[in-house]
């Protein structure tokens, strides 16, 4: 490639540049799809992510209506509003996919995350890490004479803020779940 | 009603309840009981191929040439994994195709079992769905579904991983439900507003074209009607892309050729200068786009697929339209008329007289050079001349030969033309003569091959003789693997690593030795009477047509760059291809 001057993936010059140039504006968008809960239906969804390039800031998949058999799968992912339509509407052509929703401009919409971290620490740092938690309505789950776990809910911001705040007190391990969204309002 | 049967029996009964007669296919331990069941029927005949690559292929051809859905059946393991080929192929080219594979047992999937693959994990990405199947009384409902989904919206393979105790077991047996009671069904119908919108645009366009593709013909034939008679009534110019040959008539008058790489110089320049666009089931792919920036510019666009991940995604498109081509097209005629008929009739001949220029270029000229020596696209127009009464159907291979017969053969009909697109498939050409052979018993079926090509499925010859399929290999022998010589002519200074045919067989008695017939050729002036014992043979042919060996396939446009800079000749090479296109395939 360096004979020709052209960096791996720069797209400037290439026919492959599959993403129109009307926008480069990167933006984050949280999707949310109903699907049918049958075995192999979250490896399609991350099949087409991984397959196509696309990006995952976070996913959360759970069965949401035992009877109808129907999963939601929550979605956080980036692109130019080019790749987001593409991501939409390959999502939508996935057989077992019913809906695909667009939260982040389908009106407002709610935004959860739930946390546990664990911090290590002794002495004062103890009671600067239970100062925060108090501040960010963090629970303690558990706890030793060295350590806390806590149980955090929030938007992703919120948590990162939190496990930021911890990590020079002593962070050691931080589960988080992803994201769980859905539109305000009535329906 | 419910009957009670054994899963394999149930492979058969869905497959007869869906209008199957053929299945390509190749048996193996896990798929025995269902090799039984089809041992003891007559409804079903069963093609054994000598590859299952074949056998996918075959039943694309099969697809591709009757507008029904393709049938194959494969064994686990390498059975499943030489079908994969096949499954890519037929989702790159919407070819509706249902493929069944055997499985290990449920009670062993997973402990590395002899033949055991995890296919439906290996085949996810290369079907439009797959199932695995884990109980006999799910089989049924989802055999039907298969078949539903393979042929509904818009088309592609679907695979059913059956493991061996499921084809043991018995359960009731359940008839398919009426296809309006699924719940994947895309919309057909288009939106009227943006129809409407785009019938106001074709009334003042100065200078529109129909830039058409497969979906026209994945459609139906009665999407081809209708195209037809939009063009003729609005007396608009017509492209189309390799997957949609046929879909409007090559002799018709507003016909401009096919576009793209190897596209025809009008048809690329007609694209590029248009005001309207209006695509009709095509994708935008590369080979047509060329350089993205540079393409139609100056042009509004309107776009009809069934597929809504089709639209946007290449070009901006400023009306699109997401439904299927026949609906749309019957609406956009029945919105056209009720509004008076209007178009810009004087616009419109300014632009054909311009469209009439860039015909005189006459693009497709190429040096007559020795008189001893055949040409490939002089061989073509033999062809051309000598079956275009018959009841034809062509396939090819993929390289210079897929697009000289593109240039050089015409196609008045959709479904009479095979060939990967798409994939771009070597090998692909041969079985799917098969397949197609096998739905038109009496037709003239011609695969134009090269000869690297075609040895990659030679083997299938052996299917051709055991079924008496008198299919016609008319081999365009370059002794080159042509395409990539081309190119490395082209782009890499004429340094032509491994792109030689070398140790080619005698074709002759390779046709000899499966008991087929061989001709060889040399020499244009015995041409039309070696066609002509082709043709006349009743019987499986290979025809080593020996042609000039560096013959350059033109018109092309070079990787990177746009419609209006293609090349006509060898004269216009050099240095065509500028560093930006060289990293393009
Ligand atoms: C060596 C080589 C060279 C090539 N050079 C060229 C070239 O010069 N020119 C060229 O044209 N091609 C060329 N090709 C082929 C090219 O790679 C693509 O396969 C081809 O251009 C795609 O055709 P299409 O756009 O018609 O799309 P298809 O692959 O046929 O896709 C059909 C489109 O129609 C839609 N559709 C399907 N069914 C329906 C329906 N019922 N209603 C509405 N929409 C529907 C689908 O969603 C899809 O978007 C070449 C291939 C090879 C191997
Ligand atoms: C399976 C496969 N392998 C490799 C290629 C790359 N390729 C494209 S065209 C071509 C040469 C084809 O040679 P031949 O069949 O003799 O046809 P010609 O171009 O000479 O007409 C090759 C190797 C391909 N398309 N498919």
Redesign the interface.
Same mark, same amino acid.
């Given at each position: 490639?360096n004979a020709? &001057?052209?960096k791996k993936g720069a797209n400037k010059?290439? /026919?492959?540049?599959?993403r !129109?140039?009307?926008s480069d504006t990167v933006e984050q968008h949280t999707l949310a799809v109903l699907v049918d809960n049958e /075995?192999?239906v979250l /490896? #399609?969804v991350i +099949?087409l992510f991984s397959?196509r390039g696309y990006n995952i800031d976070s996913l959360t998949v759970a069965e949401v209506d035992r009877a109808g058999h129907l999963s939601r799968i929550t979605i956080v992912t980036r692109g130019t509003p @080019?790749v987001i339509? &593409?991501i939409k /509407? @390959?999502l +939508? #052509?996935i057989? !077992?996919v019913?809906t695909v929703n667009d939260l982040t401009v389908e009106g407002p919409s709610v935004e959860r995350e739930l946390a546990l971290i664990k911090v290590t620490s002794e002495g004062e740092k103890r009671v600067e890490a239970l100062r925060l938690a108090d501040i960010f309505r963090a629970k303690v789950v558990d706890s030793t004479l060295s350590s806390f776990v806590f149980e955090l809910t929030g938007t992703p911001d919120k948590i990162d803020a939190f496990a930021d705040l911890m990590r020079p007190i002593g962070l050691s391990e931080v589960a988080r779940t992803g994201v769980a969204a859905l539109r305000r309002g009535e329906d | 009603m419910a009957r009670q049967m054994t899963g394999a029996k149930m492979v058969v009964q869905a497959l007869r309840d869906q209008g199957v007669d053929t299945v390509f296919g190749y048996p193996g331990g896990a798929v025995l009981p269902i090799y039984d069941e089809i041992f003891q029927q007559n409804d079903i005949q069963h093609i054994l191929v000598r590859h299952e690559q074949a056998a996918i292929h075959a039943a694309e051809g099969y697809a591709r040439s009757t507008g029904k859905p393709g049938v194959a059946l494969v064994t686990s393991g390498p059975g499943a994994t030489n079908a994969v080929t096949g499954l890519t192929d037929a989702l790159l080219d919407s070819i509706p195709i249902i493929v069944l594979s055997g499985q290990v047992p449920t009670f062993m999937i997973g402990t590395d079992a002899f033949q055991e693959a995890d296919t439906v994990g290996i085949t996810r990405p290369c079907t439009k769905h797959n199932w695995l199947v884990k109980e006999t009384s799910e089989l049924p409902q989802i055999l039907h579904r298969a078949f539903h989904v393979a042929t509904t919206g818009r088309p592609g393979p679907v695979l059913i991983d059956i493991p061996k105790d499921v084809q043991f077991a018995t359960a009731n047996y359940t008839d398919a439900p009426k296809k309006s009671s699924y719940r994947y069904n895309p919309p057909v119908k288009g939106d009227q507003d943006s129809i409407t919108a785009l019938i106001a645009a074709l009334e003042t366009s100065k200078k529109p074209i129909f830039y058409t593709g497969g979906g026209v013909i994945n459609s139906g034939p009665a999407a081809s009607q209708l195209l037809r008679e939009l063009v003729e009534a609005t007396g608009a110019p017509i492209t189309s892309t390799l997957m949609g040959l046929g879909a409007y008539p090559a002799s018709g008058d507003k016909w401009l050729g096919m576009l793209g790489m190897h596209g025809l110089y009008e048809a690329n320049m007609a694209m590029h200068d248009c005001d309207l666009m209006i695509c009709v089931g095509a994708r935008f792919d590369d080979r047509i786009t060329g350089r993205i920036d540079a393409f139609s510019p100056h042009s509004l666009k309107a776009h009809i697929d069934i597929d809504p991940s089709s639209i946007n995604k290449i070009i901006h498109i400023d009306i699109p339209i997401v439904g299927d081509v026949a609906h749309v097209l019957e609406d956009m005629l029945r919105i056209w008329k009720a509004r008076g008929r209007k178009m810009n009739r004087d616009a419109v001949a300014k632009w054909w007289t311009q469209i009439n220029e860039w015909r005189a270029v006459d693009c497709l000229k190429y040096k007559a050079g020795d008189s001893k020596i055949i040409k490939p696209q002089y061989a073509l127009q033999r062809l051309e001349a000598l079956t275009k009464d018959h009841d034809r159907y062509i396939t090819t291979e993929v390289g210079q030969h897929q697009m000289w017969a593109a240039q050089y053969l015409n196609f008045e009909d959709p479904h009479r033309w095979m060939t990967s697109g798409g994939l771009g498939t070597m090998g692909y050409g041969f079985p799917a003569s098969i397949g197609v052979q096998m739905a038109h018993r009496d037709a003239l079926v011609i695969n134009v091959a090269g000869e690297a090509s075609w040895l990659m499925n030679m083997q299938e010859m052996g299917t051709a003789m055991q079924f008496g399929l008198p299919v016609k290999q008319f081999i365009l022998n370059n002794e080159r693997l042509g395409m990539v010589r081309q190119w490395q002519e082209l782009l890499h200074g004429e340094r032509y690593s491994q792109s030689w045919s070398q140790a080619l067989p005698d074709f002759v008695k390779l046709a000899e030795a499966f008991g087929a017939k061989g001709i060889i050729c040399s020499d244009p002036a015995d041409l039309d009477d070696a066609i002509m014992e082709m043709i006349n043979y009743d019987g499986p042919v290979i025809f080593d047509c020996l042609v000039e060996k560096h013959e350059n396939c033109f018109p092309m446009i070079p990787s990177g760059a746009a419609h209006n800079k293609m090349l006509l000749g060898d004269a216009s090479t050099k240095d065509a291809i500028k560093e930006g296109g060289a990293v393009l395939v």
């Open positions: 490639m020709l &001057q052209i010059h290439s /026919a492959y540049n599959l !129109p140039t009307f /075995a192999g /490896a #399609r +099949g397959g @080019q339509e &593409q /509407a @390959q +939508g #052509r057989v !077992p019913h | -």
